[in-house]
């Protein structure tokens, strides 16, 4: 049975009430009217009802009431309203895990054969093209980009003022060339100079020795008194006269024999003249050679800056060349250089041709960090130290680098090296399958 109270409190809420002549009341015509106090008597209805459904026909209280609900009993309905739910997503599920695991340790296995790095960049010895010598520009055989063979012209010089210098030069080696006959020349008429004055130091010992017999036999005659005095004095007089003209022979072949030993340093000083004559046609000849620019190897020209009519100073840049050999410059950590080692294979990504996969290989790994060569090392024994790990620079050489698109340096490239050339879990699996 209903208490009085919540019998009237539930026939308050299922039959609202209209009391007419309320000064807060609505119009006659409204029948909407809710009395104070409605919104509360709606929210406390249900509870009401089940309570009075409770007292009008009780229940018997069932089987189970009383007993204590074992732990898990819920958590075990919940599993097998699941299963009974999803069945197929309860098989496939741990499939699923189970290939997630194998994947993920087959990718691992995969993963650690490699080393990479976003830190690499296209390397080369780029230079400037700049001429020797000064001149006036006037032609411009090749233009921005363009690819050149070894040898071919970059750029020319007006080589006029070139060409009379070397003409010049060429005369001077002339000079000095006949300079040199000249004294060949002067040594030859000396040679026989020399022979004419041996030949009259000859004759002088011939009548020499004549005037000594001579001047002896009569001497004797003279002695023995078959001979006068005056013969005797005479011969003998004559003996001094040959013994004379032979030391003025043999001094005048002395004196031949010591002017050819002046032409011979003579000969010497022209031969040096013509060296130094040489010397200077052959600078005039690199001169003129110099006004021609070539390109010393294949290569391409990149920002061009000469134009024809320009006065060109030796040393100024007239345009930047980039050889064909080309590599990769990868900044690896040096937690990543344990088994890395020169020939290791590399596979190379470039960022501006994404689609080409470029073979390549490990030249060299540097002797040294990055930072240890740079225009400020660091000063580690300085102030509070903070271990970074460091870059070290290594050498990546492209096996088969592409002819078809331009490469030069500074271009970004995405390197991945094989460190462990064992096959890897994943490799296994697709060799067999």
């Given at each position: 049975m209903l208490k009085g109270n919540d019998e009237q409190a539930l026939q308050e809420v299922e039959s609202p009430q209209f009391v007419p002549g309320s000064p807060d009341g609505p119009a006659d015509n409204d029948l909407t009217y809710n009395p104070p106090g409605k919104e509360k008597l709606e929210a406390e209805a249900p509870s009401r009802q089940r309570s009075a459904r409770e007292v009008q026909s009780p229940e018997l209280p069932s089987e189970t009431e009383g007993k204590p609900t074992p732990p898990g009993a819920s958590s075990v309905e919940s599993r097998k309203g699941l299963r009974r739910r999803h069945p197929i997503a309860v098989?496939?599920?741990?499939?699923?895990?189970?290939?997630?695991?194998?994947?993920?340790?087959?990718?691992?296995?995969?993963?650690?054969?490699?080393?990479?790095?976003?830190?690499?960049?296209?390397?080369?010895?780029?230079?400037?093209?700049?001429?020797?010598?000064?001149?006036?520009?006037?032609?411009?055989?090749?233009?921005?980009?363009?690819?050149?063979?070894?040898?071919?012209?970059?750029?020319?010089?007006?080589?006029?003022?070139?060409?009379?210098?070397?003409?010049?030069?060429?005369?001077?080696?002339?000079?000095?060339?006949?300079?040199?006959?000249?004294?060949?020349?002067?040594?030859?008429?000396?040679?026989?100079?020399?022979?004419?004055?041996?030949?009259?130091?000859?004759?002088?010992?011939?009548?020499?020795?004549?005037?000594?017999?001579?001047?002896?036999?009569?001497?004797?005659?003279?002695?023995?008194?078959?001979?006068?005095?005056?013969?005797?004095?005479?011969?003998?007089?004559?003996?001094?006269?040959?013994?004379?003209?032979?030391?003025?022979?043999?001094?005048?072949?002395?004196?031949?024999?010591?002017?050819?030993?002046?032409?011979?340093?003579?000969?010497?000083?022209?031969?040096?003249?013509?060296?130094?004559?040489?010397?200077?046609?052959?600078?005039?000849?690199?001169?003129?050679?110099?006004?021609?620019?070539?390109?010393?190897?294949?290569?391409?020209?990149?920002?061009?800056?000469?134009?024809?009519?320009?006065?060109?100073?030796?040393?100024?840049?007239?345009?930047?060349?980039?050889?064909?050999?080309?590599?990769?410059?990868?900044?690896?950590?040096?937690?990543?250089?344990?088994?890395?080692?020169?020939?290791?294979p590399a596979t190379l990504a470039i960022d501006a041709y994404p689609e080409r996969k470029i073979r390549g290989h490990v030249e060299s790994v540097q002797s040294g960090s990055g930072t240890a060569f740079s225009l400020l090392p660091a000063q580690n024994a300085t102030g509070n130290y903070v271990k970074i790990v460091q870059r070290v620079p290594v050498k990546l050489i492209m096996d088969n680098p592409p002819t078809d698109v331009a490469l030069g340096p500074g271009m970004s490239v995405v390197p991945t090296v094989r460190i462990n050339p064992m096959p890897s879990l994943y490799e296994q699996l697709r060799r067999h399958l």
């Open positions: 098989v496939i599920g741990p499939v699923l895990f189970v290939l997630a695991l194998a994947g993920g340790y087959a990718y691992w296995s995969y993963a650690s054969h490699f080393e990479s790095t976003d830190d690499a960049f296209i390397a080369a010895r780029q230079s400037s093209l700049a001429p020797k010598v000064s001149g006036y520009l006037n032609a411009i055989p090749v233009t921005d980009n363009e690819h050149v063979k070894a040898g071919d012209v970059i750029a020319r010089i007006d080589d006029r003022d070139y060409r009379v210098a070397l003409a010049q030069a060429e005369a001077q080696v002339a000079a000095a060339q006949a300079s040199i006959e000249n004294i060949d020349a002067q040594l030859d008429v000396q040679q026989a100079q020399i022979a004419a004055n041996q030949a009259q130091v000859d004759q002088a010992q011939a009548a020499l020795v004549f005037a000594e017999q001579q001047a002896a036999r009569y001497e004797h005659l003279e002695q023995t008194g078959y001979g006068t005095v005056q013969n005797s004095q005479q011969y003998t007089s004559q003996l001094h006269q040959q013994q004379a003209a032979l030391a003025s022979a043999q001094a005048t072949l002395k004196l031949a024999q010591r002017q050819v030993e002046a032409l011979k340093a003579q000969r010497n000083s022209a031969v040096a003249s013509l060296a130094q004559a040489q010397a200077q046609r052959d600078q005039a000849q690199l001169n003129l050679s110099y006004t021609t620019v070539t390109a010393a190897q294949p290569g391409r020209v990149v920002n061009l800056t000469a134009a024809v009519g320009q006065f060109a100073q030796p040393g100024t840049s007239l345009t930047m060349f980039v050889p064909d050999e080309i590599w990769v410059t990868a900044n690896f950590k040096e937690i990543q250089l344990d088994h890395m080692r020169p020939g290791d």
